[in-house]
């Protein structure tokens, strides 16, 4: 089975890695990214909607039909954030993606980028991975084919990304460290977007997948 793929996130560091990882995959056959500024990549594969606010996809969702999954890698940090303000950007922006997405396309994968720490029983005593954990739980209810929540920990970019998060050269160096040493926290950016393709086109036992799940899935063939 082909992808044809819905993509958030593009101009910051995951989704850019996992773009990357789709325009060279076989098994993708298109990329719709959509964005509130232009990902500045040009390829045969890939098209562009330019839309400003998440919040409201009405004037847009007849553009959203005809493919079969979502790669969600669209983010805030909550660092300085009062809990509503990051509910409101985080669970009601994606679920208000989710649930258009699910109306227009029967068939579609949706993977979603957690983070490792994600509180699933929401009531844990950090706001974010609470948030977060809601998120992951709605959406895992929401009428997809299958929906999977990627929960990453530290990720290594590949070399020449133009959206690496902030300070993140500064640490770069400890990643054959932390792999070594820590492997259930550290993974490239490449297995996030290969085990985002496997789980669309292969599937996946587990929906919630930690960094040791996105490693071993991203070792599968769909050739």
Request: proline share 3%; hydrophobic share 40%.
């Amino acid at each position: 089975m082909k992808l044809n793929v819905i993509l958030t996130g593009a101009t910051g560091m995951v989704g850019e890695g996992v773009l990357s990882e789709c325009l060279r995959h076989p098994m993708v056959d298109k990329v719709l990214v959509i964005g509130r500024k232009t990902c500045g990549v040009s390829h045969p594969k890939l098209s562009e909607i330019i839309h400003g606010n998440f919040h409201d996809l009405s004037v847009i969702k007849d553009k959203l039909s005809g493919y079969n999954a979502c790669f969600f890698c669209l983010g805030v940090s909550s660092i300085g954030m009062k809990e509503p303000q990051y509910h409101h950007l985080t669970y009601e922006l994606t679920v208000h993606v989710a649930e258009t997405l699910s109306a227009q396309n029967k068939d579609m994968v949706f993977c979603y980028v957690s983070g490792a720490g994600t509180d699933g029983s929401e009531q844990g005593k950090s706001m974010w991975a609470r948030v977060k954990g809601k998120t992951e739980n709605k959406l895992m209810q929401l009428p997809f084919k299958r929906a999977y929540m990627f929960r990453p920990g530290f990720m290594k970019a590949a070399d020449g990304a133009k959206n690496t998060l902030k300070g993140y050269h500064l640490f770069a160096w400890m990643y054959p460290t932390l792999r070594a040493l820590l492997p259930k926290f550290a993974c490239t950016l490449s297995e996030v977007g290969v085990a985002m393709i496997n789980a669309a086109t292969i599937g996946c036992d587990k929906q919630v997948l930690e960094v040791l799940d996105i490693v071993e899935l991203a070792k599968k063939t769909n050739l």
